[in-house]
């Protein structure tokens, strides 16, 4: 995670900020007070949205002044657009770009005002499920009616995860990062002006002095498709890209097209290879002798049981930076970038599953994967899910890959011998951690 830094006004303001990566292009990202940069990182899909950014740009985040770690300001609504500009010529001028790209995610795209005031400093403007005004007008049947406007005040759609984010409406763990998110970008008061200054916000008149070569992106089922369409088309030359998908962030869904859009936008080609590549540790969990005892417990007791196991195992994942990728039935999928944490983590779950009377087992293996939207494939996952299966009740098996890499580590390792694994070719051999 970079360092948070701060660029002060010349009336002595100061404004939080991030620099992340090194690319050649510059990218200013603009967005709804959603969460501080602070927080990024705490988000997985997010900070892989923030790490796939980073292969061909140097992008920089902002808290803009009365959100997260920035100045605070108070009743300023009738001044957001002109303010929320201010932060940013104050950034870019603090970290010496003469000109950059500018990155709206969502929201009401106040980069449009930058882009149309200061073109000499705008190399292109990428608009992502965002729009030039929310209210409904004669002339913008696009906009929300007064009814959702009311509505959007008293409770602001920015707070809501089936707002935004439909698709994750039912995962615990982004929830709780959500809400807490919101909560540290700005306390209610600040959240309540901004919102309603957002909502009376009318930028369609700087559409026409936009010069910038513009892409504007969106998804056909998100709330804002018609207000994105109305973007690129009262832009002059914008270029237009409708994605499937209903949610409105960009890291949320199928990441790797909005993110393949941008990239080709930009730079004018993609990377060599489309697939999504990392190099990650693979945990498999699986619930020992599940079966015969869903049978003695009835259905409903069951269920409540794995939801008791899926919030135990999210909880362990946090702590040890995990990623929780998808359940397989009574057990998970998840990854790591770090194998000893990964081990240590796996640990923890069984150590935590057990005073429930579930015992668990687990298999490990580190190797390159493909990322396709929020699953992955490849064989290291087939290599993992194949190790798990020749662990024994409270046991974490482990491949060779793993051992090797946490050489000089404080984990303790029984050699188990050679196994074959169905379906991957040659023999390998695995290890136990032992407690």
């Given at each position: 995670m970079p360092e948070t830094r701060y660029a002060t006004m010349s009336g002595g303001d100061q404004v939080?900020?991030?620099?992340?990566?090194?690319?050649?292009?510059?990218?200013?990202?603009?967005?709804?007070?959603?969460?501080?940069?602070?927080?990024?990182?705490?988000?997985?899909?997010?900070?892989?949205?923030?790490?796939?950014?980073?292969?061909?740009?140097?992008?920089?985040?902002?808290?803009?002044?009365?959100?997260?770690?920035?100045?605070?300001?108070?009743?300023?609504?009738?001044r957001l657009a002109e303010t929320v500009v201010e932060d940013m010529v104050t950034v870019v001028n603090e970290v010496g770009c003469e000109r950059v790209v500018l990155l709206q995610l969502g929201g009401v795209a106040l980069t449009l005002l930058f882009a149309a005031t200061h073109p000499e400093r705008t190399a292109a403007l990428v608009a992502v499920n965002t729009s030039a005004r929310v209210r409904w007008a004669e002339d913008y049947p696009q906009g929300l009616s007064v009814d959702e406007v009311d509505q959007a005040?008293?409770?602001?759609?920015?707070?809501?995860?089936?707002?935004?984010?439909?698709?994750?409406?039912?995962?615990?763990?982004?929830?709780?990062?959500?809400?807490?998110?919101?909560?540290?970008?700005?306390?209610?008061?600040?959240?309540?002006?901004?919102?309603?200054?957002?909502?009376?916000?009318?930028?369609?008149?700087?559409?026409?002095?936009?010069?910038?070569?513009?892409?504007?992106?969106?998804?056909?089922?998100?709330?804002?498709?018609?207000?994105?369409?109305?973007?690129?088309?009262?832009?002059?030359?914008?270029?237009?890209?409708?994605?499937?998908?209903?949610?409105?962030?960009?890291?949320?869904?199928?990441?790797?097209?909005?993110?393949?859009?941008?990239?080709?936008?930009?730079?004018?080609?993609?990377?060599?290879?489309h697939a999504d590549r990392v190099l990650a540790t693979v945990l498999f969990t699986d619930l020992v002798d599940s079966t015969p005892r869903a049978a003695r417990m009835g259905d409903r007791r069951w269920r409540e049981l794995l939801v008791t196991h899926d919030a135990l195992v999210r909880a362990e994942l946090d702590r040890f930076r995990g990623e929780w990728i998808k359940s397989t039935g009574d057990g998970v999928l998840a990854i790591f970038d770090g194998p000893a944490r990964a081990i240590r983590c796996a640990c923890a779950i069984r150590d935590a599953l057990r005073p429930l009377g579930l015992e668990m087992r687990a298999g490990l293996h580190t190797g390159e994967l493909e990322r396709h939207g929020d699953d992955i494939a490849g064989i290291a996952v087939h290599v993992g899910e194949r190790v798990a299966s020749h662990a024994g009740a409270g046991n974490v098996l482990i491949s060779r890959t793993v051992a090797d890499l946490i050489a000089g580590s404080e984990i303790k390792l029984q050699d188990q011998g050679e196994y074959e694994l169905k379906g991957v070719s040659g023999s390998w051999r695995l290890f136990s951690v032992r407690d």
């Open positions: 939080a900020f991030q620099v992340i990566g090194d690319g050649p292009v510059d990218v200013l990202i603009g967005r709804p007070p959603m969460f501080p940069v602070d927080l990024m990182w705490d988000e997985p899909r997010l900070a892989h949205f923030l790490n796939r950014l980073s292969s061909f740009s140097r992008h920089i985040w902002f808290d803009a002044r009365g959100t997260g770690a920035s100045e605070r300001i108070g009743g300023t609504e009738s005040v008293v409770f602001p759609s920015y707070r809501s995860v089936e707002g935004v984010a439909p698709s994750l409406g039912d995962d615990v763990s982004f929830r709780r990062w959500f809400d807490r998110a919101a909560r540290l970008s700005g306390p209610p008061h600040d959240h309540l002006w901004r919102n309603r200054g957002a909502l009376d916000t009318d930028l369609r008149a700087t559409l026409a002095s936009v010069q910038a070569p513009t892409l504007v992106v969106y998804r056909r089922d998100a709330p804002v498709a018609a207000q994105s369409r109305y973007l690129a088309d009262h832009i002059d030359g914008a270029q237009g890209v409708e994605l499937d998908g209903e949610d409105s962030l960009a890291w949320v869904g199928d990441a790797g097209a909005v993110l393949d859009a941008i990239e080709e936008f930009l730079t004018g080609q993609l990377a060599p290879s």
